[in-house]
C-alpha cells in the first residue's frame, strides 16, 4: 500500500455513551485525505445498552463474552452494509481504561469480523501505546492533523470530540507530519455527554438532554462545581487520558439538586474542563471546532462560546460530518497501520516516541494488502 494511492476505507466508534455504532467511508492513503463516502448507524437497543452498562470496568480476565457479542454484532450488522471495503478500522468498545495500572479493554474480537465480512480488520489500536509508556488516547489527533490539512487551515486549530468523555486536539497545520515535534498536543479534558446522560436517564427516563433544554432552564450548583474543579487531574501536564467514570463522583455530588439544576450543573461542568484544557494549549488556536453529540447541544455550545473567547463552531461548519469523524478516524488509521506508519507520538499519548499500533485480521485464504 503506497503514499498517494487512495483506498477505500471503513471505520467505525462505539463511543463511551453507549449509543450505538457508527460506520463511515473515507478515502485515504493514511497520509492524506482525498474524500468521505457512505455512513450508517445502527443504535444499541435499551438491552444491549444495559449489557455493556453493566460490563464497564470489567477487564478481559472477567466475563465479558455477553458485551462482547453484543458489540460484534452490531459492528457486523453495519458494517455489511457497505461495499468495495478494502480495509475496515474497528475500535472496540471501551470498558475500561488504566494505562499506567491495567491498561486499556476495549471488548470485541477482529478475527470474527474479518471472517464474517470477508476483508481485513484492523483493531486493537491502543494497546501497543500504551505498553510503550503512552496513554493509549485519544488516538483521533493523526485524524484531526490530516483534517487540519483538508480545510486548508493556516493557523493552529483545535477539535473538540463531545462524546462520553471530551477530548482535544490542538493541530498546527503548518507541520508537515503529525509525528513532527510541536504538530499535535492531545488529551482528554475531562466529562462530556456521559454523566448528563446517566442523569437524565436515571432522573428523567431520557437518554439525553435533547438540545439542553432541561440545563437551561437550571442554574449551576457553585458548591459542586468547586468541588469539581479541585480534581487533581485538571492540574497534570497533557498528554493525559481519562476512563469514562473517572468523575463518577460527579452524579452523586449533585443529587440534593432539583433536575434542572442537576443537568445544568453537570454541562456546566464540562464547559469548565473544556476551558482549562484550553489553557493548557501551546497557543490560542484560531477558532474550536466540536464534533461528538455534545456539539447539538445549544446550553453547551453557547458555555463553551462565552467561556473560552474565541470562534467556537461545530464541525460541520467547515464542510466535516460531526456525527461520523470518529469513525473516519479509525478507517484513516487502519490504513496507517497496513502501511507501518504510526499512529500516536509524544504529544498525543506521551508515548516516548512515534509509535505503531494495532491488530491486522484477514480472512483466511486472503493475504494482507
Known amino acids: ?66 458485551a462482547a457479542r453484543i458489540v460484534e454484532d452490531a459492528h457486523i450488522a453495519v458494517m455489511a452494509g457497505f461495499r468495495d471495503v478494502a480495509v475496515a478500522g474497528f475500535h472496540g468498545q471501551t470498558l475500561a481504561h488504566d494505562p499506567r495500572g491495567r491498561g486499556t479493554h476495549q471488548c470485541g474480537d477482529g478475527d470474527r469480523l474479518a471472517a464474517a465480512l470477508n476483508y481485513p480488520v484492523v483493531w486493537d489500536f491502543r494497546s501497543a501505546d500504551v505498553a510503550a509508556g503512552g496513554q493509549g488516547a485519544p488516538l483521533a489527533p493523526f485524524y484531526h492533523f490530516a483534517l487540519a490539512k483538508w480545510i486548508g487551515a493556516r493557523a493552529p486549530v483545535a477539535f473538540l470530540n463531545l462524546g462520553g468523555v471530551g477530548n482535544l486536539t490542538w493541530v498546527d497545520p503548518a507541520c508537515a507530519d503529525p509525528a513532527d515535534p510541536g504538530a499535535l498536543l492531545a488529551f482528554d479534558t475531562g466529562p462530556a455527554n456521559a454523566p448528563i446522560n446517566d442523569a437524565m436517564r436515571a432522573r428523567l427516563g431520557r437518554g439525553y438532554d435533547d438540545n439542553g433544554q432541561v440545563a ?51 454541562t456546566q461542568a464540562v464547559v469548565w474542563s473544556v476551558a482549562s484544557a484550553m489553557a493548557q494549549c501551546p497557543r490560542p488556536p484560531a477558532r474550536l471546532l466540536v464534533t461528538g453529540g455534545g456539539r447539538r447541544n445549544a446550553t453547551l455550545m453557547a458555555g463553551l462560546a462565552a467561556i473560552c473567547g474565541l470562534p467556537v463552531d461545530p464541525v460541520e461548519a467547515v464542510g466535516l460530518d460531526g456525527d461520523m469523524l470518529e469513525a473516519q478516524a479509525f478507517g484513516y488509521l487502519a490504513v496507517r497501520v497496513l502501511r507501518g506508519l504510526p499512529i500516536s507520538a509524544p504529544g498525543t499519548t506521551g508515548v516516548p516516541r512515534p509509535a505503531r499500533g494495532g491488530r491486522v485480521s484477514v480472512p483466511r485464504g486472503r493475504t494482507q494488502t
Not at 497520509?31 to 450508517?40: K, L
Request: some cysteine; aromatic content about 8%.
Open 1 to 66: 500500500m503506497l503514499e498517494g494511492i487512495a483506498v477505500t476505507a471503513l471505520g467505525t466508534m462505539s463511543g463511551t455513551s453507549l449509543d450505538g455504532v457508527d460506520a463511515a467511508v473515507v478515502e485515504t492513503d493514511g497520509v492524506r485525505i482525498f474524500g468521505f463516502g457512505p455512513v450508517a448507524y445502527r443504535a444499541y437497543s435499551g438491552a444491549e445498552q444495559d449489557v455493556l452498562r453493566a460490563a464497564l470496568g470489567l477487564w478481559p480476565d472477567q466475563d465479558v463474552t455477553a
Open 216 to 266: 437551561a432552564a437550571g442554574v449551576p450548583d457553585v458548591a459542586s462545581l468547586a468541588a469539581f474543579c479541585a480534581d487533581p487531574y485538571f492540574a497534570l501536564p497533557p498528554p493525559k487520558s481519562l476512563d469514562r467514570d473517572h468523575f463518577r463522583a460527579l452524579g452523586p455530588a449533585t443529587a440534593h439538586l432539583g433536575d434542572a439544576d442537576a443537568i445544568a450543573t453537570l
